[in-house]
């Protein structure tokens, strides 16, 4: 068993670092603390604090990683304290202008803290980045979200498109989302380009997420996973969606970390260089195949849902992306 847990660290440990070398070349200069990973720079590692909860891996190849007990029951009690003032209607980023709107693809409600903002925050921060090797600094605010019976995130991807996307601190490298309540029906976090493990999940998942690789919400409970693999590639197989709150409400806070540092504040945006990053399609299963190269970048910027008649069409008449929109099944009948 340790062992195993021991592989896993190592693992996750190298290709975090061959990532940060392959993906950009950071000429990154050592700002503050926020900058250094624990074990970075010669110092030892030492963490500050003890995770008492055990870590799963979800999908090996994809890098998807589940953390129980990540988070203290204290500790979700307090950002929700925070945050349930301060917040409003979530918004996506457009794909093309890379400004934020109010889109009917996310109907959650949510607001950014700041990095550092408290003890608390502080602390959960250190530990997101000693589970993930990125520095506290690479990470934006942490974001808490809160989902009523019906709202849902659909399928998108965390990594940017768009040149306004990527100048600050690189593109999204990695995330870790972090469930703050319990749910009592739907909720779950879902990933639509992975097949659940044996091909179902149990019963108690909402439809929505009986077919695919999927968390459901549980108190103090993080997953962790990477927008870019360790070649550099966007990760595909991150496609991820929140399904609707069926019974009951859904907190989570998710943290988006790039691959160089965030700026914030009055901090300046740091250029990162990155290699041009291919999208590997993933094979087509059943002759289900888009048929404009671009799809995945229109799907990834909400076109599913604002064009859907050209998109994704009507099993009668399949739309012109349907492997990138997941509507797979209007070949099957
Ligand atoms: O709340 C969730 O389950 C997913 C949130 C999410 O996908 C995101 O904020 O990017």
């Not at 592989?7 to 190298?14: D, H, K, N, Q, S």
């Not at 907190?251 to 999208?279: C, D, F, N, R």
Request: proline fraction near 6%.
């Amino acid at each position: 068993m340790m062992h195993k847990f021991n592989t896993i660290l190592i693992f996750c440990y190298v290709t975090a670092l061959w990532t940060v070398h392959k993906v950009a070349s950071i000429r990154r200069n050592v700002k503050s603390d926020a900058d250094i990973v624990p074990g970075w720079l010669g110092s030892d590692f030492q963490p500050p604090y003890h995770i008492p909860g055990k870590m799963k891996v979800l999908d090996a190849e994809a890098r998807i990683f589940l953390y129980e007990n990540f988070v203290s029951d204290d500790e979700c009690d307090h950002i929700i304290n925070i945050s349930q003032n301060h917040m409003s209607r979530s918004g996506v980023v457009d794909g093309k202008s890379g400004g934020s709107e109010v889109s009917e693809i996310r109907t959650s409600a949510g607001v950014f803290l700041e990095r550092g903002q408290d003890e608390v925050v502080k602390a959960i921060e250190e530990r997101i980045a000693a589970w993930t090797l990125m520095p506290v600094g690479n990470g934006e605010g942490l974001q808490v979200l809160k989902y009523n019976p019906s709202q849902k995130y659909e399928a998108h991807w965390d990594y940017f498109f768009h040149k306004e996307g990527i100048a600050n601190g690189g593109n999204r490298y990695a995330t870790v989302l972090t469930y703050l309540s319990d749910t009592e029906e739907g909720g779950e976090t879902v990933f639509p380009n992975i097949p659940a493990p044996g091909g179902q999940n149990d019963p108690s998942f909402s439809e929505c997420a009986r077919y695919n690789l999927a968390a459901k919400p549980k108190k103090g409970t993080a997953i962790l996973f990477h927008s870019i693999k360790p070649s550099g590639e966007l990760e595909r197989r991150s496609l991820h969606a929140a399904c609707p709150v069926i019974k009951g409400v859904k907190w989570s806070m998710p943290k988006w970390i790039h691959v160089g540092h965030y700026a914030m504040g009055s901090e300046t945006p740091e250029l990162i260089e990155q290699s041009p990053q291919a999208v590997p399609k993933t094979p087509s299963h059943d002759g289900c195949e888009d048929s404009n190269d671009l799809c995945d970048v229109w799907a990834a910027s909400g076109e599913c849902v604002r064009n859907a008649a050209f998109m994704v069409g009507t099993r009668a008449r399949p739309g012109t992306c349907i492997q990138s929109c997941n509507k797979c099944e209007f070949l099957k009948s």
